[in-house]
């Protein structure tokens, strides 16, 4: 009879048994000797992937251990020689990150804003502007705005980067000034003589942003040629110039597709609603009888209180029906993070 190996389930070690009465019990008993020889090796193989993997991150912890504390001494010396310029755009990210949001929200409230923190929002982008002109006021940083450069000697890669983020704070934060003098506008609902429409100051918002996107992308040019030539000798001559054909040519294809860009969000932004007026007999009781008007699915609401929903969505508020509207961005007061750097 051939040994027999039972179930792990059944029994906690594996057991064999084999019949005595059987002829070929010398053969069974060396097939299950050989058996517990081939169990015992692989019991003891020592797992070789596992050892290694071990020691490697045993060196890692040392490593990191006996470096750790040279590298926080870099970094402690590296922002106690630049505190001022971390500093700087610690605060400038700050102040746009609130101010952005205050704006937004205050600009969906309409008529019913609150004009504090609009004003407070406003005071306090104007002394972010001012004291940082006049914490740099060596360097002549406003010759960034009128398509010069600062007075630094040492064009490196860590002076680009610092006057390519400080241009593009600067100019979002007049943008959002304006945005902010725009909410602070009386709208038509306030019942003034001059009054915007909330679909005209929409427009207006959108004009603004695109408007500081495409000046931004003028105002990085300066910088990257001084980038791009600074320290220009003999033996690197060559190598600049074809750098600068680089650039200039890439340069000039995004500022061709910047330019049709901005043609076509401008007329998306200022575009009238396609959609006729309502006579006032025709509305039912529960209507608004403030400017109505008829969409395409025949649904009918106030403008006013429809403009806000349609600078947000090409659809109906009801069906979710498609309306043959041009969809534009920002026109809820919104700035754009994203850094434009080339």
């Known amino acids: 009879m051939n040994p027999r190996r039972l179930n792990n389930n059944s029994m906690t070690h594996n057991e064999y048994r084999i019949d005595l ?12 000797q050989e058996d517990l020889v081939n169990q015992i090796q692989q019991t003891n193989r020592p797992n070789i992937n596992n050892d290694h993997l071990h020691q490697l991150i045993n060196l890692l912890k040392d490593n990191l251990t006996s470096t750790f504390p040279f590298i926080i001494i870099l970094i402690l010396k590296a922002f106690y020689e630049h505190s001022a310029g971390i500093l700087m755009v610690i605060f400038f990210s700050a102040s746009i990150y609130h101010a952005n949001t205050v704006l937004v929200d205050q600009a969906a409230l309409k008529s019913s804003r609150q004009l504090c923190p609009v004003i407070r929002v406003i005071l306090i ?7 940082f002109l006049y914490l740099f006021r060596e360097d002549k940083f406003y010759l960034c705005l ?26 979002k934060m007049m943008i959002m000034i304006l945005k902010g003098l725009l909410i602070l506008y009386p709208l038509s609902s306030d019942k003034g003589k001059y009054c915007l429409t909330f679909r005209k100051r929409g427009s ?37 110039s074809f750098l600068l054909f680089f650039y200039s040519t890439i340069k000039f294809y995004n500022l061709y597709k910047s330019t049709v860009e901005l043609r076509q969000s401008i007329n998306k932004s200022f575009q009238n609603l396609p959609f006729p007026p309502v006579p006032i007999n025709e509305l039912r009781e529960n209507m608004c009888p403030i400017y109505p008007i008829i969409l395409t699915c025949k649904h009918i609401f106030c403008e006013e209180c429809v403009s806000s929903w349609l600078d947000r969505n090409a659809s109906c ?11 534009a961005n920002y026109r809820d ?9 080339y």
Not at 204 to 230: C, D, G, H, K
Not at 317 to 327: A, N, T
Not at 333 to 341: E, N, P, Q, R, V
């Open 146 to 171: 009128i398509f010069s450069r600062p007075s630094y000697t040492n064009w490196n890669l860590s002076t680009l980067l610092w006057v390519l983020y400080s241009t593009f704070c600067i100019i």
């Open 333 to 341: 007061a919104f700035t754009s993070g994203y850094l434009i750097w």
């Open 21 to 32: 009465n059987s002829p070929n019990n010398i053969e069974d008993i060396e097939t299950v």
């Open 204 to 240: 207006y918002f959108s004009l603004l942003e695109y408007l500081s996107q495409f000046y931004i992308s003028l105002l990085t040019i300066r910088p990257w040629l001084s980038f791009l030539l600074y320290n220009n000798n003999q033996g690197n001559i060559l190598f600049s």
């Open 125 to 131: 982008l104007i002394i972010s502007l001012v004291s």
């Open 317 to 327: 508020p009801l069906c979710r029906s498609k309306l043959p509207i041009g969809q």
